[in-house]
């Protein structure tokens, strides 16, 4: 199972990144995927999770509007598009592969499921002022 991440940056509030993540080694079509990102003393928050079926998608609220999460099924790639960056919006992403066939609770709202989830390493978003 491998999981490789990529677009994180810096970048000034107002201004767009894009992350990609690309999937290998597993049916990741048995899996929900979501965006996860974590600054230090934190939890983990889930901002962008989409369902492997019908491709219904969850945002939070931090993200609702600005943050778009998409897949290409031919690349086994993940995306998630951040337009309107914010400094708030500082922390590194991670992305995950839940055996769960729901966004919402890939995103950690709502209940347990059970199976392994994948994680990507990690890549850095820095929004400066």
């Known amino acids: 199972v491998q999981l490789v991440e990529s677009g994180g940056g810096v970048v000034q509030a107002g201004e767009s990144l894009r992350l990609s993540c690309a999937a290998s080694?597993?049916?990741?079509?048995?899996?929900?995927i979501g965006w996860f990102r974590q600054v230090p003393g934190k939890e983990r928050e889930g901002v962008a999770c989409?369902?492997?079926?019908?491709?219904?998608?969850y945002y939070s609220d931090s993200v609702r509007g600005r943050f778009t999460i998409s897949r290409d099924e031919t690349k086994h790639t993940v995306f998630l598009q951040m337009n309107g960056l914010k400094v708030d919006d500082t922390a590194m992403y991670y992305c995950?592969?839940?055996?769960?066939?729901?966004?919402?609770?890939?995103?950690?709202?709502?209940?347990?499921?059970?199976?392994?989830?994948?994680w990507g390493e990690g890549t850095q978003v820095t929004v400066t002022s």
């Open positions: 989409i369902a492997n079926g019908d491709g219904a998608t």
């Open positions: 995950k592969f839940a055996p769960v066939d729901n966004e919402v609770i890939a995103c950690g709202r709502g209940g347990p499921y059970y199976g392994t989830d994948y």
């Open positions: 080694g597993f049916n990741y079509r048995e899996y929900a």
